[in-house]
């Protein structure tokens, strides 16, 4: 069952999805529905891997995966890597 959603994009994001949907010859509703899929299932993926590292640390054993702890960190948090001049824009921010 499909249910519809109303959003609304600046003018620059919409361009930019209008342009991608010609570009690849599908909806813009697609591309969204792709992008959204994309990022749940990122997210989904990051947190089995933190439970899975969590059961491995109960049991004392090692996780079956590597664990890229600040790759998790910043994906969880949504954090992308900052300039130093957004980084004091930032700190100013919540100082106030």
Same mark, same amino acid.
Do not use: Y
């Given at each position: 069952?499909?249910?519809?959603?109303?959003?609304?994009?600046?003018?620059?994001?919409?361009?930019?999805?209008?342009?991608?949907?010609?570009?690849?010859?599908?909806?813009?509703? !697609? +591309?969204? /529905? @792709?992008? *959204?899929?994309?990022?749940?299932?990122?997210?989904?993926?990051?947190?089995?891997?933190?439970?899975?590292?969590?059961?491995?640390?109960?049991?004392?054993?090692?996780?079956?995966?590597?664990?890229?702890? !600040? +790759?998790? /960190? @910043?994906? *969880?948090?949504?954090?992308?890597?900052?300039?130093?001049?957004?980084?004091?824009?930032?700190?100013?921010?919540?100082?106030?």
């Amino acid at each position: 069952m499909s249910h519809v959603f109303t959003m609304k994009l600046p003018e620059s994001l919409l361009d930019r999805l209008e342009q991608a949907s010609s570009e690849k010859g599908c909806s813009k509703g !697609s +591309l969204i /529905r @792709q992008a *959204l899929e994309k990022i749940l299932t990122e997210e989904t993926s990051h947190l089995e891997r933190i439970a899975e590292a969590t059961e491995s640390m109960k049991k004392n054993k090692k996780p079956r995966r590597k664990i890229d702890w !600040s +790759l998790l /960190r @910043q994906k *969880l948090s949504g954090k992308t890597r900052m300039s130093p001049e957004e980084e004091v824009i930032r700190h100013r921010r919540r100082s106030l």
